[in-house]
């Protein structure tokens, strides 16, 4: 699972050949959420509050930069780094 993304302690990531809807994983400590781009609705799991919010902050900035990664990912290639949340 390549990592995109990391701030706060917070590890942003997409999976080789996923599945849709366009979506990406975000950790922290032992808790873990699926986030969908387009919504910004976690799909699956969850995370502490603060942390959702600060996710959720960084990826309205940068939905145009997941889409692109989300591309990327599907097709099992590469994803680009995205700056984190600062």
């Not at 590890?11 to 979506?23: K, Q, S």
């Not at 969850?46 to 990826?59: F, K, N, Q, T, Y």
Request: glycine fraction near 6%; charged fraction near 25%.
């Amino acid at each position: 699972m390549p990592e995109i993304s990391r701030f706060f302690g917070i590890i942003i990531a997409m999976f080789f050949d996923e599945h849709n809807p366009p979506h990406f994983h975000a950790r922290y400590g032992g808790d873990k959420a699926s986030i969908e781009i387009d919504s910004l609705c976690v799909l699956e799991g969850s995370l502490p509050p603060r942390v959702l919010g600060l996710v959720i902050e960084w990826a309205s900035q940068h939905r145009d930069e997941l889409f692109a990664n989300w591309e990327k990912v599907i097709q099992n290639n590469q994803p680009q780094k995205i700056e984190p949340l600062r």
